[in-house]
Nanobody, 116 residues
Framework: QVQLVESGGGLVQPGGSLRLSCAAA????????MGWYRQTPGKQRELVAA???????NYADSVKGRFTISRDTAAKSVYLQMSNLKPEDTAVYYC??????????WGQGTQVTVSS
């Protein structure tokens, strides 16, 4: 059973924008953390942006001022608006959800490629 469904990746030119979306299954309860990570070959997965149930946000220094994370609590969805994209933003982006029961969920990953 797919728990997280991601969409929105693709190919974009430098300076362009993309919006990633992630919808959690209704069966996932008591979500307190929703975030986006990214990974490139040979590197560890890194946190890009996160938002808590209280609305607090956190961003990697490399994306501050360019990326915005938001959520729709009722829809159990999280979004990542990416602007002024750079080639170094190229990666597979993963949605991550944590709940109060200690369960952690990962999306299947969506490729973002920034290239001219």
């Amino acid at each position: 059973q797919v728990q997280l469904v991601e969409s929105g990746g693709g190919l974009v030119q430098p300076g362009g924008s993309l919006r990633l979306s992630c919808a959690a299954a209704r069966s996932i309860l008591s979500i307190y953390f929703m975030g986006w990570y990214r990974q490139t070959p040979g590197k560890q997965r890194e946190l890009v942006a996160a938002i808590t149930s209280g609305g607090s946000t956190n961003y990697a220094d490399s994306v501050k001022g360019r990326f915005t994370i938001s959520r729709d609590t009722a829809a159990k969805s999280v979004y990542l608006q990416m602007s002024n994209l750079k080639p170094e933003d190229t990666a597979v982006y993963y949605c991550n959800v944590k709940n109060l029961a200690g369960q952690i969920y990962w999306g299947q990953g969506t490729q973002v490629t920034v290239s001219s």
